[in-house]
């Protein structure tokens, strides 16, 4: 009885962290963003100029409003096709323009490399998929052999 209780805490602690250990919050909703080729941008209130807009240089692929960290061109606050801009005569690594729904553009300022972005991070995150399932296959087979 001892062992099958032992192997069931052990089942459930792993089994909880291939479901949900692995995707708790990372990210920093203290603000409103978007992400476009791994770096993130802060969305401001400060309007732009249609005439300041140049080339498209991304869109929304992904929107959530849970926390959490995800890949891709993601936002917290604008609908998966939002469209975004380079602004003339600022570089992406300042500020990009973002289409608002109403058709109007708002500035999104620079904030540095996002967390879930780039190959690395997804490598990462199946290496602890494996890394659990492993040690759950392992409490199993051990178990197994006790008997």
């Known amino acids: 009885m001892r062992n099958l ?3 069931l805490v052990t089942a459930f602690i792993g ?3 291939l479901l949900f250990g692995l995707d708790t919050a990372h990210a920093d909703w203290a603000h409103r963003f978007v992400v476009n080729e791994g770096k993130k941008y802060i969305v401001t209130d400060e309007p732009v100029a249609a005439g300041l807009v140049g080339d498209q240089v991304g869109k929304v692929t992904k929107y959530s ?3 959490g960290t995800y890949s891709g061109n993601f936002s917290n606050h604008f609908p998966k ?4 801009y380079a602004i003339r005569d600022l570089g992406q690594k300042e500020a990009i323009a973002v289409k608002a729904a109403d058709g109007t553009f708002v500035k999104a300022t620079y904030d540095g490399y996002y967390a879930g972005a780039g190959i690395w991070y997804d490598w990462v995150k199946l290496l602890l998929y494996v890394f659990g399932a492993i040690l759950l296959a392992t409490a199993i087979v051990a178990h197994v052999k006790r008997r």
């Open 5 to 7: 209780v032992m192997l």
């Open 15 to 17: 089994v909880s962290t």
């Open 65 to 67: 409003d849970r926390e």
């Open 81 to 84: 096709g939002t469209s975004y």
